[in-house]
């Protein structure tokens, strides 16, 4: 009876204090999401069954089968490399929710990744990459083309590719704890290092040719009563 009491007591605190429970469960779920994208975007063949091909093989490539081919086939022709972003994004919000920490300004984070995806689709898709991911799919898939063109219009290539770099940076700004503030920092104790550094070498040089100097003296004087 003590057991099942204490059973019912953990099941009514659970239902009562669900936020910890509840955390655990959504990382799981994302961390699962995560790994199940991310397997099927990399293991994607273009003889698989999908939107774009036809094929009647019994048993796809896909390591998540017809499901992962035809979702890894549609992200890719989309979005191209840029695609991995996903089971990147599920991933750390899986390792947010196992620690019970939420999502630090998201509407800021949100812009950095769009500027991040932005960036990555639009470059991958310039002209002069002909390189195909699996020798199928352009790297910077439908809407990087759609991107690159408009942009390249606007902008010529040489303006487009500093858009593009502008807003990589931004992304990596809005997405990360960097900041210029944090590199003056940094800058600043880096100097004050080596200016340490320096009288710390300084310091020892004058102890040590002081040392030789009264070394010499030392010497000198035998010498001295010697003769």
Same mark, same amino acid.
């Given at each position: 009876?003590?057991?099942?009491?204490?059973?019912?007591?953990?099941?009514?605190?659970?239902?009562?204090?669900?936020?910890?429970? +509840?955390?655990?469960?959504?990382?799981?779920?994302?961390?699962?999401?995560?790994?199940?994208?991310?397997?099927?975007?990399?293991?994607?063949?273009?003889?698989?069954?999908?939107?774009?091909?036809?094929?009647?093989?019994?048993?796809?490539?896909?390591?998540?089968?017809?499901?992962?081919?035809?979702?890894?086939?549609?992200?890719?022709?989309?979005?191209?490399?840029?695609?991995?972003?996903?089971?990147?994004?599920?991933?750390?919000?899986?390792?947010?929710?196992?620690?019970?920490?939420?999502?630090?300004?998201?509407?800021?984070?949100?812009?950095?990744?769009?500027?991040?995806?932005?960036?990555?689709?639009?470059?991958?898709?310039?002209?002069?990459?002909? +390189?195909?991911?699996?020798?199928?799919?352009?790297?910077?898939?439908?809407?990087?083309?759609?991107?690159?063109?408009?942009?390249?219009?606007?902008?010529?290539?040489?303006?487009?590719?500093?858009?593009?770099?502008?807003?990589?940076?931004?992304?990596?700004?809005?997405?990360?704890?960097?900041?210029?503030?944090?590199?003056?920092?940094?800058?600043?104790? +880096?100097?004050?290092?080596?200016?340490?550094?320096?009288?710390?070498?300084?310091?020892?040089?004058?102890?040590?040719?002081?040392?030789?100097?009264?070394?010499?003296?030392?010497?000198?004087?035998?010498?001295?009563?010697?003769?």
């Amino acid at each position: 009876s003590i057991g099942v009491s204490d059973s019912l007591s953990a099941a009514v605190n659970t239902l009562q204090n669900p936020g910890r429970r +509840w955390n655990e469960v959504r990382a799981v779920l994302y961390g699962a999401s995560s790994l199940g994208s991310f397997l099927a975007l990399a293991s994607y063949s273009p003889l698989d069954p999908s939107f774009s091909t036809i094929a009647s093989i019994d048993q796809p490539a896909n390591l998540i089968g017809r499901a992962g081919a035809y979702s890894a086939d549609l992200l890719l022709q989309m979005f191209g490399l840029a695609a991995f972003l996903l089971p990147a994004v599920l991933g750390v919000v899986a390792c947010l929710r196992a620690r019970g920490r939420e999502i630090e300004s998201p509407a800021v984070k949100a812009t950095g990744l769009g500027a991040l995806a932005f960036s990555l689709m639009a470059g991958f898709a310039l002209p002069h990459i002909a +390189w195909q991911f699996r020798d199928a799919i352009p790297p910077g898939g439908l809407a990087g083309r759609l991107l690159a063109k408009a942009l390249v219009h606007v902008f010529n290539l040489t303006g487009t590719a500093v858009v593009l770099m502008l807003a990589f940076s931004a992304s990596i700004y809005l997405l990360t704890t960097f900041s210029i503030a944090e590199v003056h920092e940094w800058i600043a104790k +880096w100097k004050a290092s080596k200016a340490a550094k320096r009288r710390n070498e300084a310091a020892i040089e004058a102890q040590n040719e002081r040392g030789r100097r009264l070394a010499a003296e030392a010497k000198a004087a035998r010498n001295d009563a010697r003769s």
